[in-house]
């Protein structure tokens, strides 16, 4: 099975029901991708799927060959993207672990609708905890990327 | 970092540690190792780079960098950024040139690094700042040396000493080989706060940069060669064992190696996380229940009421006499990254890579499952996806332990989410709070009587008011749920009984509830925050029908905390419209992280105000995920205003400190909108019934099935009446309408299937209503 991410063709020989988080996480070591729950409850597992934040938790990596997937890591090598440059301006992180989640899910709304208003954020971002309760400067973050 | 320990002069270190001891502070001197020329040398060959290690906080490196070393663990509270800079502003660092890195577990070096209760920068700046300072004179000594003028004629700047009255400068970089010769100063100065450059300052965590691309290591991210994951059957009951076991299916899922009887349980060790999780769901366990098989959460508050007993008696003045009842549910800690611990056997060696809040006990913990002396235990404590009191408790690292040994395989040890919370071994107790209070004829309290009954251990103290000899009495009931540290322990609870009977006190004395509060103020700082909330709330504003205003005020761990919560409730819905914090926090380190931590008290007081809870049926946690432990998220997060209040003191407490009054606050706010006074946690809907003329009924009575659900919403109508007109409606958190239909006639049918498929994921109110009843329930689209 040949999976895509990041930009790079991975050949594997896996259980295509393995959800893509252990595929991530367990056999290619990508673990900016974050276990939170594993059903699909709070976002930390957030990845692109073509441009449309998914949760890897509840994707089996088999429905995902031909699609072209994004990881945090992919998003750039020095923190240049600009959800990542935003979340940087606002000081968004406090433990850390969600974050990868939140800003695919904010990545994603960011290409669905690129001037996202108060409730497009809600919408969107609601897929995600946070349980260090930053969701302010996430807020803030997306309308500074949104700012460009 | 590590092997510094191995070449310090214990000669050089009985010298310091007497001279530091001088200054008198009581401080914990085992950190302090000093300067050590041999030791510069030795790096000076391995790396190139030459080192100056003044104490075991720091090292400043011949090409400028300067590394600060944190004992303490990081989970998200910005510890190590708040003590960085407190080194760097001490020794006048370069901030752009500073490096921090965590150091592994050792009591020698760092003194105790458990991280808890709020003590991290309490405990910890006085040394840090010392840490600091002592560099700044070295340098300086060097600096004078070099040029033979007096001391007296250098100051430190930004990583370089000047010459005051000429223009020679030399940076520390420069200056670190001849400092790395020179005695540790006996007199060290701390700055005062007209100096202070970063101490105050407003500093995000330093690695935000590495969590934004996703490269910070956490516990649960820990990278070994021959890595092997394990994942754990628990026993299904509080003090059920196993009493066998087969594994015959389990063993047939590819990737599955073996299997244990590890964690009080059957632990599964396989290739990958996903095989492990398999091999957990096929094994098949026979249980000895135990002896907890009858206890349900009624059982427990039971338990907690019977111990009530008469409250005392109020004094002969008392006019009017107030009492009443509160209840606080369990709760579990559910941090985003769940427990896990991982360990590498190695002979006689071991290295354990972890997210904990206590790195030293887990070093003591994995050398006694393992049987390899602690010196011989490498701790990496690693960043924590958060703590809030669970990471403690270090039962992850006896179970990865024991099975890495059992094993023969470095060991990842992974709690489910489902296991995290169904496994808290630290749970926040459940606990009942029996208040009682009297007014006489002025409008005076004229005595208190507070009596808190703990399924577990807690305590009972006085509010920061002049109250007339307050009587606070505790007691434990049944205490078989296991309960520990929780944010803000017996403040979590307490503070919610005391303040909402505060407002009822000063309601029945025809007082405003926050003017009530200022007039018994007890503490000029308590009436500061007060003053403060009430002009940044615009207190005396009315709010529109349907919407109301709640205040509370606290004080613990050194400082003073208090909230105002404006909610809006309609229908039984409840939405948090705004939440306002002041915080003195004394002495200011880091004003971004203390905000930071404001922030997320109110989340958490909200949450667990609103709807977690842990519930207990025949002998187990009910609750199994975030689906049915719920937390706010984005569409529910109230806009938050924090102010913080500089006294200029020595530095409270900030974890704990912005938790406890957000309860209070919005269950004041509620009876405020709409006069339901709230004595139960969490919230129930039915309790916010307002101008409805029909019954609400208790939100389990409804039932979703799969709740969370997805494209379609099964709504089991078993237990409703069907009379008259049935309607549904569902409602967004925010009490917006997004779905209504009513049923067919005369529907007697006891299941009903609504298209969700374009419901965005998020929470919902649910709401059934017939001829005589609304019923209500909270569901969730994933
Ligand atoms: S880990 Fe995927 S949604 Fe929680
Ligand atoms: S920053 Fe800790 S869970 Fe979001």
């Known amino acids: 099975m040949i999976i895509k991410i990041n930009n790079k063709d991975y050949d594997l020989n896996i259980d295509p029901n393995m959800p893509l988080l252990w595929v991530l996480r367990d056999i290619l070591g990508l673990t900016g991708t974050k276990y939170g729950c594993g059903v699909g409850d709070c976002g930390s597992c957030m990845v692109l799927v073509d441009s449309v934040a998914r949760k890897s938790c509840i994707l089996p990596v088999s429905q995902i060959v031909g699609k072209s997937i994004t990881t945090i890591e992919g998003l750039s090598s020095d923190a240049s993207h600009i959800v990542q440059k935003a979340w940087i301006e606002a000081g968004v992180p406090q433990c850390g672990y969600c974050q990868p989640g939140q800003i695919m899910s904010a990545v994603g709304l960011l290409i669905a609708i690129p001037k996202p208003t108060d409730d497009d954020i809600n919408n969107a971002m609601s897929a995600n905890i946070c349980r260090c309760g930053t969701y302010s400067r996430i807020r803030a973050a997306i309308h500074i990327a949104a700012k460009g | 970092m590590e092997n510094y320990q191995n070449t310090e002069s214990v000669n050089t270190r009985r010298n310091f540690l007497l001279q530091i001891s001088t200054l008198g502070t009581g401080l914990i001197l085992s950190g302090l190792i000093p300067a050590n020329q041999a030791l510069a040398q030795l790096i000076k060959e391995k790396n190139e780079i030459q080192s100056f290690i003044p104490n075991v906080w720091l090292e400043v490196q011949s090409d400028n960098t300067v590394i600060i070393t944190i004992g303490q663990s990081e989970l998200g509270q910005g510890t190590r950024t708040s003590l960085a800079m407190a080194v760097a502003d001490e020794m006048d660092a370069d901030w752009a040139n500073v490096k921090i890195v965590q150091g592994n577990a050792s009591n020698a070096k760092y003194g105790s690094q458990s991280t808890g209760g709020s003590s991290s920068i309490t405990g910890k700046l006085t040394i840090m700042r010392q840490a600091g300072a002592t560099a700044r004179a070295m340098f300086i000594t060097a600096a004078a040396q070099t040029w033979n003028i007096a001391e007296s004629a250098c100051k430190a700047d930004a990583g370089y000493i000047l010459e005051i009255a000429g223009s020679r400068k030399l940076s520390y970089g420069d200056l670190s080989t001849k400092a790395a010769t020179l005695p540790v100063p006996t007199n060290l100065t701390l700055k005062t706060a007209k100096d202070f450059k970063y101490i105050g300052s407003s500093k995000p965590v330093f690695d935000c940069a590495d969590i934004v691309m996703g490269k910070t290591e956490f516990g649960i991210d820990a990278k070994v060669t021959g890595l092997k994951y394990a994942m754990a059957a628990f026993p299904p009951t509080i003090g059920a064992s196993v009493k066998s076991y087969d594994d015959t299916d389990t063993l047939k899922i590819p990737g599955v190696l073996k299997t244990f009887k590890a964690a009080g349980g059957v632990a599964v060790v396989a290739d990958n996380t996903y095989a492990a999780m398999q091999g957990v769901e096929a094994l098949k366990i026979s249980w000895n229940m135990g002896s907890n098989t009858g206890l349900n959460s009624d059982v427990i508050y039971k338990s907690l009421t019977d111990k009530i007993g008469t409250l005392d008696s109020l004094p002969g003045n008392t006019i009017k006499t107030l009492e009443a009842t509160y209840q606080v549910p369990f709760l579990a800690h559910a941090p985003m990254e769940p427990m896990n611990c991982t360990v590498n056997i190695q002979g006689t060696t071991c290295e354990v890579w972890v997210s904990s809040q206590d790195s030293q006990s887990v070093q003591a913990t994995v050398a006694s499952a393992t049987g390899i002396s602690a010196a011989n235990v490498t701790v990496h404590s690693c960043l924590s996806g958060g703590g809030f009191g669970r990471r403690s408790n270090v039962d992850y690292a006896n179970y990865a332990a024991s099975i890495a040994k059992q094993s023969g395989y470095p060991i990842k040890f992974l709690y489910s989410r489902k296991n995290d919370i169904q496994r808290d071994n630290s749970n926040r107790p459940a606990s009942v709070h029996a208040l009682k209070a009297g007014l006489d004829t002025s409008g005076k309290i004229t005595g208190w ?30 205490t078989t749920v296991p309960t520990g540290a929780w944010r803000s322990v017996s403040a979590s609870q307490c503070v919610f009984a005391i303040e909402c009977f505060i407002d009822e006190i000063a309601l029945a004395a025809a007082k405003d509830p926050l003017d009530f509060r200022l007039g018994i103020s007890n503490n000029s700082r308590v009436t500061a925050v007060l003053n403060e909330l009430k002009t940044r709330s615009n207190w005396t504003n009315p709010l529109p029908k349907g919407s109301g205003r709640g205040v509370s005020i606290f004080s613990g761990w050194g400082g003073y905390c208090g909230h105002v919560v404006e909610v809006t409730v309609n229908n039984g819905i409840l939405k948090v419209d705004r939440a306002i914090c002041v915080v003195d926090v004394g002495f200011a380190l880091n004003l971004f992280t203390i905000e930071s931590q404001m922030m997320g008290g109110i989340i958490d007081g909200l949450s667990t105000a609103t709807r977690a809870e842990i519930t207990i049926a025949a002998g187990a ?162």
């Open chain 2, 449 to 478: 009587v507070h009596r808190g009954i703990y399924a577990g251990g807690g305590s009972v103290g006085s509010p920061p008011y002049s109250l007339p000899s307050p009587k606070n009495y505790q007691d434990a009931g049944n």
């Open chain 2, 621 to 782: 946690v009910e609750q199994t995920g975030y689906g049915d432990f719920q937390w706010f998220r984005m569409n529910e997060a109230p806009k938050i205003e924090v102010y913080i209040i500089h006294t200029g003191t020595s530095p409270s407490g900030v974890g704990e400190l912005g938790f406890p009054t957000v309860t209070p606050a919005l269950c004041n706010a509620i009876y405020n909108a709409i006069g339901v006074r709230i004595r139960r946690l969490p919230i129930s809907y039915t309790e916010l019934k307002s101008t409805s003329v029909k019954e609400e009924i208790n939100r389990d009575l409804i039932k979703v099935n799969p709740n969370p659900f997805g494209n379609e919403i099964n709504i089991d109508l078993t237990n409703v009446e069907k009379l008259g007109q049935l309607e549904c409606k569902i409602y967004d958190i925010s009490g917006n309408l997004i779905y209504m239909s009513s049923f067919p006639q005369n529907f007697m049918a006891n299941n009903y299937s609504i298209d969700s498929s374009n419901f965005i994921s998020g929470t919902y109110i649910l709401r059934i209503s017939t001829a005589n009843k609304h019923y209500t329930a909270k569901i969730q689209k994933v």
